[in-house]
């Protein structure tokens, strides 16, 4: 006879048979993330990721790489985080409820300290009171103090072991804020946060405060990835990211939001100046020799084509990153390599 543990190890390994069946014949590869995808689909517990499994394999007759991260990103690796979050606030909710206790347990030792004092003082009013009565009642206020002192060295050992629990739970919290706000694999901040800082930034612009955007792509992104596999891709994408960081400085916002996509939020800059930093990025990109790691083959260079848009009167964050966008795809029409922006009716630069 069976067990129901037998029954569940046949389970799994029947539905890790399906998803390889279904990894090999839609692909794009056996990555991890793509089995995580797949086995996810054949579970079925995650209804939107199946939708959109059904509409790109309908749509291109399977999964690019680029599927498979967005996938994963979108339902998998943010239903991991918010499990996380939910596990982090039910722990921080037991520590309040064992804090709200032990404040009651103090409050209780202090009603009943209170009332030993009233009772001691009565006493002392009695008429009749003798040396002998006057010892019994100072011995037994002793007694309920040195209770109460022992009481209260319990509870504060309590609150000092709940205090470090809840900033325990307070920096994981934080920790995993912000692992959902950024890119797992350039560090940047991710589509989500992006798309946050795009909306705050424009709601806070003024006339006399510009907001500028730059959209940057990837040329010839896919090339690199079918002829060096997707682990060189993305190395080009972390290339990008770390120029990124050399030539982009705060109060300025780098991201990815797509797959081989990136923007810059630039709050306070005008047209002039955003088209400057784009420059420089795009500089900075096409300086960098790519190397193969795994054999230190060199690769050649990267370059990267961007759009510039600046803020204007009735823009909204979608109506903005649709311009940005089309000046980005506008420069790669025109041979890549190149940062077109709104402010000069779409005039290549090249350096």
Known sequence: MRGPGV????????????????????GP????????????????????????????????????????????????????????AEHMTAGLLGEIEGITE???????????????????????????LNRARLRELVNALVATTRQVTADNRILEGRMRDSRKEIEGLRETLEATRVESLTDTLTGLANRKHFEDALTRGIAAATAASPFSLVVLDIDFFKRFNDLYGHLTGDQVLRLVAIVLREHVRAPAFPARFGGEEFGIILPGTGIAEAVKIAERVRVGVMGRDLVKRSTGESLGKITVSLGVATLR?????????????????AAKRQGRNRCFDDASAGIARVA
Not at 7 to 26: C, I, P, T, V
Not at 44 to 64: C, I, M, Q, S
Not at 104 to 117: I, K, P, R, V
């Open 313 to 329: 009167a009735g823009d909204t964050p979608a109506s903005l990153l649709e311009r940005a966008d089309m000046l980005m795809l």
């Open 7 to 26: 029954e569940d190890r046949e389970r799994s390994f029947a539905l890790a048979h399906r998803a390889n069946e279904l990894m090999r014949d839609y």
């Open 102 to 128: 032990t404040l009651d347990l103090s409050l209780g030792s202090a009603t009943q300290y209170g009332e030993s004092l009233k009772a001691f003082t009565d006493n002392l009013a009695e008429a009749a």
């Open 29 to 84: 590869s056996a990555r991890p993330r793509a089995y995580a995808v797949w086995y996810s689909y054949v579970v079925g517990d995650t209804p939107h990721l199946n939708d959109a499994v059904k509409r790109l394999t309908a749509e291109g007759g399977g999964l690019t790489d680029a599927d498979v991260d967005a996938l994963y990103e979108t339902h998998i690796d943010s239903r991991r985080l918010a499990t996380a």
